[in-house]
């Protein structure tokens, strides 16, 4: 069983940045995909970013040049650097994790970005 806890969270001004970090239990973080979508109200779930096991990563494309997904296996750790926020990033966002054809998915922390 896995467990995901995210930080990192809060209210920003639209140019600012924030960093989410996602804390997981359990043995398979090393083999695992771990990625962040988000939830904006009133629409579906999508994805932000991803990163596989072996550093591999992709980006939606409102994300790329601004996002950037790393991890740290040693400390089971995923994290999302975003710079240039806007205020449409606004949202709950959620980390995930895939390993071995089952995914767990984190409680969301809300991100708002302020015009």
């Known amino acids: 069983q896995v467990q995901l806890v995210e930080s990192g969270g809060g209210l920003v001004q639209a140019g600012g940045s924030l960093r989410l970090s996602c804390v997981a239990s359990?043995?398979?973080?090393?083999?695992?995909?771990i990625g962040w979508y988000r939830q904006a109200p009133g629409k579906q779930r999508e994805l932000v970013a991803t990163?596989?096991?072996?550093?591999?990563?992709n980006y939606a494309d409102s994300a790329k040049g601004r996002f950037t997904i790393s991890r740290d296996n040693a400390k089971k750790m995923g994290y999302l650097q975003m710079n240039s926020l806007k205020p449409e990033d606004t949202a709950v966002y959620y980390c995930?994790?895939?390993?071995?054809?089952?995914?767990?998915w984190g409680q969301g922390t809300q991100v708002t970005v302020s015009s």
């Open positions: 995930w994790l895939g390993v071995v054809s089952t995914t767990y």
């Open positions: 359990g043995s398979a973080f090393r083999l695992s995909v």
């Open positions: 990163i596989t096991s072996s550093g591999r990563t």
